[in-house]
């Protein structure tokens, strides 16, 4: 399976925009999310598209065909097939820009609710793309703890313990493993091993 860079996403963007007979608004997540709003440099194969507004996923769909043909990126486009995103996300809502669209308009979760998404699948190229957004974007441990505590924890479907264990390793790598340990014990789950800061 492919995987593209951020590069290489905005162009198939723009070429989704040149491909658009109207305007449409679409929410992504994932890691094109983190990629494009955030500048994660970690590679994707595809944009997940969690919401579809004012516009119609057959348009969409007929502009990713055509700017597949027109870039041969051969990056998918799609609802998001798993996504799990903090309490109140839509009110963090914001669009993406500079990417100098005029068809296509590109909204995305905060950063803290991107991070706290990849952070609850908890895979180790989620945890690099949280990373990789930090570098670019700084992650708060205060706000990212506040968040995870009082909303994800209330949406969330996996084991609290699982997702508690993976926050506490994001921090762990973001801030440093005293951080992490701190938390771990707060939360009574292992304390995260691996590099620290």
Do not use: C
């Amino acid at each position: 399976m492919n995987r593209f860079d951020r590069a290489e996403l905005v162009a198939f963007l723009r070429a989704i925009d040149r491909n658009l007979d109207e305007k449409i608004v679409i929410v992504i997540v994932g890691g094109a999310a983190a990629a494009v709003g955030y500048d994660s440099n970690v590679k994707t194969a595809d944009i997940d598209v969690f919401a579809l507004r004012a516009g119609s996923a057959q348009a969409l769909a007929r502009a990713a065909d055509a700017a597949r043909r027109e870039t041969a990126l051969g990056v998918s486009v799609g609802p998001a097939p798993v996504a799990e995103l903090p309490e109140n996300y839509e009110s963090r809502l914001k669009p993406v820009r500079g990417l100098k669209l005029h068809n296509l308009t590109l909204i995305v979760p905060d950063k803290y609710d991107i991070a706290l998404s990849k952070a609850l699948r908890g895979y180790p190229h989620d945890i690099d793309a949280i990373e990789s957004m930090h570098t670019h974007h700084p992650l708060s441990s205060k706000t990212l703890v506040r968040r995870f505590e009082t909303e994800l924890m209330k949406t969330a479907t996996a084991d609290p313990r699982e997702i508690a264990l993976s926050m506490a390793m994001v921090v762990a790598r973001l801030h440093g493993f005293e951080e992490g340990r701190k938390l771990a014990v707060r939360w009574n789950v292992p304390v995260p091993a691996g590099r620290s800061r």
